[in-house]
T-cell receptor, first 114, second 112 residues
Framework: NAGVMQNPRHLVRRRGQEARLRCSPV?????VYWYRQLPEEGLKFMVY????????ESGMPKERFSAEFPKEGPSILRIQQVVRGDSAAYFC????????????FGPGTRLLVL | QQQVKQSPQSLIVQKGGISIINCAYE??????FPWYQQFPGKGPALLIA?????SEKKEGRFTISFNKSAKQFSLHIMDSQPGDSATYFC???????????FGTGTRLKVLA
């Protein structure tokens, strides 16, 4: 019974490159959430998606960041033209229902921008 | 009003001692308060959670105490063990939403 899977676990990018982070939710979960954790800080909500729909992206920077959760395949968080300030751990979580009490977190992708 | 304040930032406890981590919130609409445990390089894992209709919930060595009037809740780890050394996050959310508001975390170190 696989949990939330994220890849890559570590990603190094140079300034100006693109970063693509992938998340496969728990089997049967149709709700995906992305959070960002800056060093020494708590997790901050970025975006909430259902299959083929972005429900709430209020926590996501207006520029350079986008997310999708296609009908088939993993959810993707995409960061274009990365800057050093994007260096952080990005966590994906999933839940079986919208207001699910428990969100199950993946191991995260640690992005380092040189 | 959406903040959850967590203290202390770090905590050192002797093996067998009690670890206590505190959180405070302002939004009275919050009605679900989970605690997550995170080991280095891993994702947060749900430890225990409480709703405001009870003042205490216990699971093994872990207890949440909840004070609705003070808008505070705390995690107590009894008989702390070196394996408990991790970062602990409190969080809050409310029915009808999906956003967790996380505290800033407490780094716990239990000395052998």
């Amino acid at each position: 019974n696989a949990g939330v899977m994220q890849n890559p676990r570590h990603l190094v990018r140079r300034r100006g490159q693109e970063a693509r982070l992938r998340c496969s939710p728990v089997k049967g979960h149709s709700h995906v959430y992305w959070y960002r954790q800056l060093p020494e800080e708590g997790l901050k909500f970025m975006v909430y998606l259902q299959k083929e729909n972005i429900i709430d992206e209020s926590g996501m920077p207006k520029e350079r960041f986008s997310a999708e959760f296609p009908k088939e395949g993993p959810s993707i968080l995409r960061i274009q033209q990365v800057v050093r300030g994007d260096s952080a751990a990005y966590f994906c979580a999933s839940s079986p229902i919208r207001d699910g009490e428990t969100q199950y977190f993946g191991p995260g992708t640690r992005l380092l921008v040189l | 009003q959406q903040q959850v304040k967590q203290s202390p930032q770090s905590l050192i406890v002797q093996k067998g001692g009690i670890s206590i981590i505190n959180c405070a919130y302002e939004n009275t609409a919050f009605d679900y308060f989970p605690w997550y445990q995170q080991f280095p390089g891993k994702g947060p894992a749900l430890l225990i959670a409480i709703r405001p209709d009870v003042s205490e919930k216990k699971e093994g060595r872990f207890t949440i105490s909840f004070n609705k009037s003070a808008k505070q809740f705390s995690l107590h780890i009894m008989d702390s063990q070196p394996g408990d050394s991790a970062t602990y996050f409190c969080a809050a959310t409310y029915s009808g939403t999906y956003k967790y508001i996380f505290g800033t975390g407490t780094r716990l170190k239990v000395l052998a």
